[in-house]
């Protein structure tokens, strides 16, 4: 499972928080992923991701 480090978050944050009316609510990073998750904004990553990059590593090698 990937941990969530202090850069996803400031980059999340400012790309979903900050147009989000609500945003003042979320006074900690718990509940700010709590939101995301509710929201469906940090779904899990798609299931040809890996073959995808693995592909794109080849081409641009």
């Known amino acids: 499972m990937k941990t969530v480090n202090q ?9 979903f928080c900050y147009t989000c ?6 006074t900690t ?6 939101c995301w998750a509710e929201q469906g904004l940090c779904a899990a990553p798609e299931e040809n991701a890996e073959e995808t990059r693995e592909l794109l ?3 641009y090698a």
């Open 7 to 15: 850069e996803n978050v400031t980059r999340n944050y400012l790309q």
């Open 57 to 59: 590593q080849l081409y």
């Open 21 to 26: 009316e609500d945003a003042h609510l979320c």
């Open 29 to 34: 990073e718990e509940t700010c992923q709590a």
